[in-house]
């Protein structure tokens, strides 16, 4: 029997439109306007693909958005200046830097600069704490992992107890804070990384999957559970070569094609993992325009 495969892309649709019904009764009811302010420092053109897609996002929801495109050679002051203000702005309840930032920028003081009540990217050291310890009810939660785990509720119900969790890959924007999620949940969590012995075996366990280490088709469908549910973090461009030409395509960490025939349900790439992340995004700042209100917390 082939698994379902999990249309991220519908279901990220569906959320967009009830935070866009949500975003125009804020309006009207209390004259709020969420705001979501992007900062890109540079020209990576994968970061400009994916600030340009959040900017779209926010004006389909309705959302006051701005971008500020930053030179590469920014200085790390300006930097924390711009955050400064945004921080100060009442008209801005997001805030986002995109990542990764120029070598010569220190990522981790400008990321801890945000104020926490506006790091709808939950990477400030309080909100990580706050999902640490279980106290989501004001934190923000970074948006992939918040993502998957409302596709994993869709094929699981809410209480995953009983169930084994494996994340593989233990980076703080998806593994850890996705560990922290899946154990709130009830599921009994393994983390593995680059040095864990037998992955292969610790997978076969895994009623649950979560592949976010950036190596394409890395995970073989004899690796998995017959049954499990698959999300594939992985954004990973491979070249293939067809009738000669040789074009780019983006591949997800699990071998898609063999896990289809063994799992239970998996996520594409793409359309799978990626319109969930920046729709989570708009409903963190939507929360953070209600909780400024005092309207949720
Ligand atoms: N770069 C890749 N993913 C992300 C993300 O979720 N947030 C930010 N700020 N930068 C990123």
Request: proline share 5%; hydrophobic share 40%; with cysteine.
């Amino acid at each position: 029997m082939t698994a379902k495969r999990i249309d991220g892309k519908a279901k990220a649709e569906r959320l967009a439109e009830s935070i866009t019904e949500q975003t125009a009764a804020l309006l009207d009811g209390h004259g709020i306007k969420p705001g979501l302010a992007v900062v890109i420092v540079g020209e990576d053109p994968a970061s400009r693909v994916y600030v340009r897609n959040k900017k779209r996002r926010a004006e389909a929801c309705g959302f006051h958005s701005l971008r500020h495109s930053l030179p590469a050679d920014v200085s790390q002051d300006d930097v924390l200046k711009l955050v400064d203000e945004l921080n100060d702005d009442d008209a801005i309840h997001g805030i986002l830097v995109q990542l990764p930032l120029p070598g010569h920028l220190d990522e981790q003081t400008i990321t801890q600069s945000i104020s926490p009540a506006k790091d709808v990217d939950g990477f400030h050291f309080v909100n990580i704490g706050k999902l640490s310890a279980g106290h989501t009810a004001d934190a923000f939660v970074p948006c992939t992992p918040a993502g998957c785990i409302l596709m994993i509720e869709d094929e699981l119900g809410p209480d995953f107890s009983g169930l084994n969790a494996v994340v593989v890959g233990r980076s703080n924007i998806v593994g850890k804070p996705m560990a922290a999620l899946l154990l709130q949940r009830h599921a009994t969590v393994t983390m593995c990384h680059s040095r864990t012995r037998d992955l292969p075996g610790v997978v076969r366990n895994a009623d649950i999957v979560i592949a976010a280490v950036g190596r394409a088709n890395m995970i073989k469908g004899d690796w998995l559970k017959p049954g499990a549910v698959v999300i594939d973090v992985g954004i990973n461009r491979v070249e293939t070569e067809i009738d000669g030409k040789v074009t780019a395509k983006l591949t997800g960490d699990v071998d898609y094609d063999e896990a289809i025939e063994v799992a239970g349900a998996v996520t594409p790439v793409p359309g799978g993992v990626g319109p969930m992340t920046i729709t989570m995004l708009m409903f963190n700042t939507l929360r953070s325009a209600r909780l400024a209100a005092g309207l949720e917390g």
